[in-house]
């Protein structure tokens, strides 16, 4: 069963703007952690922002934020003020206590318009 | 530049052969991780091995087979190449072996073509 869900295969949003990036997870165990890794076009793997489970503040970094709803078992991504080198391909991912692998969702692609 | 390095970046070979990819995590992590990304199944998790042992196991064919080496590196090795083996394989490296915040920290990724 898939365990992440990024429904929006690709974005489009002006420079200086916010975007949402979506993303559902499904796990029965308590105990997990939701990550967030940037692919620009040159390949390599970027690791963005993390949140826990247990976590009740939201994460943030830099321009990077998690809005984590937690019942609703969703871990959005929002990245304000645009830049164009935001442009990539964005990962939720998941990993589990009782598994300890990284599942990762099917990733969106994000165009950062001049 | 993560501090991993995977060897080589680019591999071009043919069906029923068996390659060998290689990756040194960053100084002082324990754990490495190998993906697969390929279009078709997306980014997925393939074997961790933490200080030289097996410690997860993902969607890892039987014709795949990975070690860890006593100076952390680690090898991927594929054999009876079929083409949809073709895709862009990661190793990731962790300071831990299974604390849930254990941020991966990827290789530039060798990209395998099989012909």
């Known amino acids: 069963a898939q365990k992440i869900t990024q429904t929006q295969p690709g974005m489009f949003v002006q420079e200086k703007e916010a975007v949402t990036l979506d993303c559902t997870y499904d796990?029965?165990?308590?105990?997990?952690?939701l990550f967030w890794y940037k692919q620009p076009s040159s390949g390599e793997m970027i690791f963005l922002i993390y949140?826990?489970?247990?976590?009740?503040q939201n994460a943030t970094e830099g321009r990077y934020s998690l809005n984590f709803q937690k019942a609703r078992k969703s871990a959005n991504l929002v990245i304000s003020a645009s830049q164009l080198g935001d442009s990539a391909m964005y990962f939720c991912?998941?990993?589990?206590?009782?598994?300890?692998?990284?599942?990762f969702g099917a990733g969106t692609r994000l165009t950062v318009k001049p | 530049d993560s501090g991993v390095t995977q060897t080589p970046k680019h591999l071009i070979t043919a069906t029923g052969q068996r390659v060998t990819l290689r990756c040194s995590p960053r100084?002082?992590?324990?754990?490495v991780y190998w993906y697969q990304q390929s279009l078709d199944q997306g980014l997925q998790f393939l074997i961790q091995?933490?200080?030289?042992?097996?410690?997860a196991k993902g969607n890892i064919l039987e014709r795949f087979s990975a070690q860890q080496f006593p100076d952390l590196h680690s090898e991927l090795n594929l054999s009876s190449l079929e083409l949809g083996d073709s895709a862009l394989y990661f190793c990731?490296?962790?300071?831990?072996?299974?604390?849930?915040?254990?941020?991966?920290?990827f290789g530039p990724g060798t990209r395998l073509t099989v012909l």
């Open positions: 990731a490296s962790s300071a831990s072996g299974t604390a849930l915040y254990n941020e991966q920290f």
């Open positions: 796990t029965s165990d308590q105990s997990y952690g």
């Open positions: 949140q826990g489970s247990y976590d009740e």
């Open positions: 991912a998941m990993r589990e206590r009782q598994n300890n692998d990284m599942r």
């Open positions: 100084s002082g992590d324990l754990s």
């Open positions: 091995y933490y200080n030289g042992e097996e410690r």
